[in-house]
């Protein structure tokens, strides 16, 4: 039964959970300090109900026996369990954030303490935000701010699976989050795509293939410059994408790590792609017999010039020059990943191919690529509504 004495301006609540190897009597405690403006009456309740909950909680085992652990010091606790289930890159973001906005606001905080009022005001200074706490100057997206919030619920909800907390005061139906505005997914169209095609032709091998395999493919930069030749099979046209390339801050060298679902998957290419990855490699290999000793590369197919791997924002970089250099629309080199997949589904490819083809985890992630051709086809019916139904006798 839990114990409760009146201590200066609150009450001191003890539970005793019984006993340890050393026959040491185990007891969990809680302070509660009463809201101003609450009568003798309701503080005696509030007391009585608290000390309830309390006894409930330790009795079910979610009440830690430190109840002085801050946010701050539990946060290195989670990272370090962390790294085996988060990705290099997604790790590396997870500390930036706590560092440069979690801590400093919310560290303080013993976790017991932690209410969903303070996780909502965090939300709030996110959303208002005009400058980090290091005084850079910056506006946070509302995306931007839900992907932060997910980093503390992260962290909380692990606090609460060890059972240091006996609730996550960051569950998303306590907490009002900014509304995303709905974002359009930049999408070549075909004229685009035949402009930018037009312009490809005759550049380098090498960026020709790049662009040529995005699109075929449907591969994110990182799956791209992890590809080695040996994933080729000449015979069947088909790549085997296995790995995904990374460059974290600070680092000098390039990493390998499975794909984002952490599974392989076989995408079929067209014959002229085989024909080009040929040709390439016939390329790569003069370069190579050309270094001699300075060749430092390990079977890439997309690399630096002394063989090393492609850095995974080259992609970008490149791209976007090239469009640039073209007078071609600005388009992230992420818009050919959503333009393979909408030119699948609008020729009548099956979503579930598409899914299987980009990688997809779940099925719900392909379905945004329906919506987009579901929009063209509208467009299109539009076009033709005005160009045939216009000047129609007896309209």
Excluded at 46 to 71: H, I, M, P, W, Y
Excluded at 87 to 106: A, G, H, W
Aim: proline share 4%.
């Amino acid at each position: 039964m839990a114990t409760i004495q009146k201590r200066n301006n609150g009450y001191f609540i003890s539970v005793s959970c019984g006993y340890d190897v050393n026959g040491k009597q185990i007891r969990r405690t809680m302070t509660y300090k009463p809201e101003k403006g609450m009568t003798a009456k309701q503080i005696e309740k509030e007391v009585q109900r608290q000390a309830v909950l309390f006894e409930e909680q330790c009795n079910k085992g979610t009440v830690s026996a430190d109840n002085r652990l801050k946010l701050a010091d539990y946060i290195p606790m989670y990272l370090e369990n962390a790294k085996s289930t988060l990705s290099p890159v997604v790790y590396e973001q997870y500390n930036r954030i706590f560092n440069i906005y979690v801590i400093p606001m919310l560290g303080h905080f013993k976790l017991k303490d932690i209410k969903p009022l303070h996780v909502q005001k965090f939300v709030n200074a996110l959303e208002n935000l005009e400058e980090r706490t290091d005084g850079t100057p910056c506006k946070l997206s509302p995306s931007t701010v839900r992907r932060y919030y997910t980093a503390l619920q992260s962290v909380l909800h692990s606090a609460y699976k060890l059972g240091i907390i006996g609730n996550n005061p960051a569950d998303s139906d306590r907490i009002t989050l900014p509304k995303l505005t709905e974002q359009e997914t930049d999408i070549f169209t075909t004229e685009d795509l035949n402009n930018m095609l037009f312009c490809l032709d005759g550049g380098p091998l090498q960026f020709q293939l790049l662009i040529h395999l995005a699109l075929n493919t449907g591969c994110r930069r990182g799956e791209l410059t992890g590809l080695k030749w040996s994933d080729i099979d000449y015979s069947t046209g088909i790549i085997t994408v296995s790995r995904s390339n990374y460059k974290l801050t600070g680092d000098t060298e390039i990493k390998s790590k499975s794909t984002k679902t952490g599974k392989s998957r076989k995408v079929m290419i067209p014959p002229y792609c085989i024909d080009m990855l040929r040709k390439y490699k016939a390329q790569q290999a003069e370069l190579q017999l050309s270094l001699g000793d300075r060749w430092n590369g390990d079977n890439w197919i997309f690399i630096q010039a002394d063989g090393k791997p492609m850095y995974p924002t080259t992609p970008t970089l490149q791209f976007t020059k090239f469009l640039k250099r073209n007078n071609l629309p600005h388009m992230k080199f992420h818009a050919l990943r959503h333009t393979s997949a909408t030119l699948l589904l609008s020729n009548g490819t099956n979503i579930k191919n598409v899914a299987a083809r980009l990688g997809h985890a779940q099925l719900k992630t392909t379905n945004r690529y329906v919506h987009a051709v579901e929009e063209a086809e509208k467009e299109a019916a539009n076009t033709l509504e005005t160009l045939l139904n216009t000047n129609r006798k007896g309209a």
